[in-house]
């Protein structure tokens, strides 16, 4: 199985900060890899796939890059509704796996 | 829009099992894969399998095999999810979640909490 490892497990920030999470792979795999935002008693919603294409409906302020092992998620100006959970997700192989989690909270 | 609704809130004891509903609109149902991802209270996301709407194949992970079932209804457009032998550890939301672009998880259900105790 492909362990996911996402960095660091939570922050603080104030709005307007720029805000990076990183997710390293326990091996190396072409872009199949995803981000998510969950807010409390919701779904999951996909914000990014294939490393850094933006999913339908969400904010240019979201982006990410990477390839390899090592993938990073952005917020460019942190807004009132992004403080969440984020996970990363690899979905190359079976089974598909998350990285632990990034709680973002309000500085 | 593509919507996923699921089944309501379950309650069960310790060794029954739990049958949950997701229907499915708004897209084509036999056209793409549908996960169910499963979350205990105050953890992150665990990958419980697929199944393929159109030829009735699934794939589960390893801690669910021979516990769990997927199966689907492509009258109604409904995807189900059973798991047997049920224990305090399977207390969570259960959550179906279209298989979208590069199997990305591309839209979810509303999520079903069960709960399991005696």
């Known amino acids: 199985d492909i362990q996911m490892t996402q960095s660091p497990s939570s922050l603080s920030a104030s709005v307007g900060d720029r805000v990076t999470i990183t997710c390293r792979a326990s091996?190396?795999?072409?872009?199949?890899l995803n981000w998510y935002q969950q807010k409390p008693g919701k779904a999951p919603k996909l914000l990014i796939y294939?490393?850094?294409s933006l999913h339908i409906g969400v904010p240019s302020r979201f982006s990410g890059s990477g390839s390899g092992t090592d993938f990073t998620l952005t917020i460019s100006s942190l807004q009132p509704e992004d403080f969440a959970t984020y996970y990363c997700?690899?979905?190359?192989?079976?089974?598909?796996?998350f990285g632990g989690g990034t709680k973002v909270e309000i500085k | 829009q593509v919507q996923l609704v699921q089944s309501g809130a379950e309650v069960k004891k310790p060794g029954a099992s739990v049958k949950v509903s997701c229907k499915a609109s708004?897209?084509?149902?036999?056209?793409?894969?549908i996960n169910w991802v499963r979350q205990a209270p105050g953890q992150g996301l665990e990958w419980m399998g697929w199944?393929?709407?159109?030829?009735?194949?699934?794939v589960f992970a390893q801690s669910f095999q021979g516990r769990v079932a997927v199966t689907r209804d492509t009258s109604t457009a409904t995807v189900y999810l059973e798991v047997s032998r049920l224990t305090s550890d399977d207390t969570g939301v259960y959550y179906c979640?279209?298989?979208?672009?590069?199997?990305?998880?591309?839209?979810w259900g509303q999520g079903t909490l069960v709960t399991v105790s005696s």
């Open positions: 979640a279209r298989r979208g672009e590069r199997a990305a998880i591309d839209f």
């Open positions: 997700q690899q979905s190359y192989s079976t089974p598909l796996t």
């Open positions: 091996q190396t795999f072409y872009n199949y």
């Open positions: 708004g897209y084509s149902f036999t056209g793409y894969y």
């Open positions: 294939s490393a850094s």
């Open positions: 199944i393929n709407p159109h030829s009735g194949s699934t």
